[in-house]
């Protein structure tokens, strides 16, 4: 019993923890512009998320070692280096991203300027970070995220024709109004957003704090297999209402505010109120995962201390780095860059540096020095290549594409 | 003279290290610079009359989203469906909008007689959609309990407010259609 209940929570976990401000932004942008023409690219962002991201925890199971500090030790400290580097950086992009998302959040409950909630955000994040325990956190912020699915109730009450809704998904076209290149740039902003690199480094690293072994196997392959496809529901329930409310209202996402307005008109301020409190839990814990993982990248590559499971004390350089983290974050934020753009730039890096983050979790996933009898299977190791194609794809098609549509506008 | 070779060997390969080093670098700035280019430059000026008109359609079709927002923003609080502080930030965000749609049309430097027209019918009209949205702040602010009695231009109730916000819509469709938009 007390079993099923750890699974259950796991599996509520992973669906609250799966939608961020990225995935909230670029939704509903793309359900307002393109309607549900681009709900494949969801499907297959879940597909790939959850095979790199169940590699990289049984790696961490096995292994009993995080990801990063395997990918140094297995491709040496250059290669590694660069895949630090990048990953540094769009973590530090999409931390950004995160607290200016719980600002905007706030701002729109309060009505109150959010560069003055900015360094609230900023504080809030790192005292939780610094007092509350990995697990305490991980699952209040997972569960208190789980309240998104009030874009599902809202899409639910506002009665849709879902028809129109699944020939707008099936076959996907660009809508007549939108030209193609735009569409592909969403197409990639969007397979960005849900594969985000520090989704996959927060869940080994989160592996390794909560001691899992070999026979947390079963765990780690249930949480992903439910929570992610659960979670991306959800990201579909966003697309889905910015598709029935704003688009033909003509009406182009430009800010969170607009997100929540199908959900007034379908629930009215209660629904309203549960779904902004579940949008500031989201990024919140977001914020929390990407300055885990700005701790965890630098220091299991530097060979430092690490771990929530450590007193602060004892993982020092582990918490000034999340802490330097959140300060440039919430630094970044103050010179009034506005936060959606900052959103909608993390999603495009994201996509260009995902062959870093995906190859070495594929090339580890195959030693048997580290993995034993727990190596990738055939049919894993081919949906692992396919992804590989995939993502080498978009990360070369990301730049030209946001160059030659203006950032999609 | 072996020991020298190997100096001038590893001289060299210093250099192609730093020659290396140099092309990773200038490679890494340009790629910032395009990235940053791209990213600011979404509201850029258009000089030929295609594009012209094109950044005129564009800016209109910015107006009428936030003319949009703003109209199911009042509706849904005059239904009571959102809070007086969630209404006031999606008008407050769609100001913003407005601004950068006027902001991109009196930056654009019209090439012929033409476009200049378009441009200034589509200020007229992104203009009519601002004031439509400011007035429609007041109405929050006044609904919230705010003191504003004796202002000008705070609206008496939704429906002239709305009245207000349909005829600016209505001036902007004619100006988008006017450019060649949908």
New interface residues.
Partial sequence: MKKLLAAALGILTAIGGFVDIGDLVTNAVVGSRFGMSLAWVVVLGVVGIVLFASMSGRVAAVSGRATFEIIRERLGPRAAGANLLASFAINLLTLTAEVGGIALAL?????VEPRLWIPVAALAVWLVLWRVKFQVMENVAGLMGLLLVGFAIALFQLGPDWGELLRQAVPPSPPG?EHPASYWYYAVALFGAAMTPYEVFFFSSGAVEERWTAKDLGTNRLNVLLGFPLGGLLSLAIAACAAV?LLP????V??L??I??PV??AG??LL?AVV?LGIVAATFGAALETALSSGYTLAQYLGWSWGKFRRPARAARFHLTMIVALLLAAGILMTSVDPV?VTE?SVV?SAVALPLTYVPILVVANDPGYMGEHVNGRVVNALGTVYLVIVVVAAVAA?PL??AT??G? | MRAFAGRADHQGVTQQTGRRRLTAAGLALVVTLVALLAGTGCVASRQEPGQATAAVADALAEAGSAGETARIAVGLLDEGRVTGPVADTVLLDQLRVLDDAESALTTLVPPDAATAARRSTGLDAVGDVSDAVVAARSWVAVRSGGDLAGADGVPSSSDDLLVELATALDATDAALAEAGGP
Avoid: K
């Fill in positions: 701002h729109l409950a309060s009505s109004t409310v209202a003509g009406i182009e430009s800010s505010s607009q929540v307005l007034a008109q009215g301020v309203l902004v753009a730039m890096f730049i946001m160059i203006g950032a506008s």
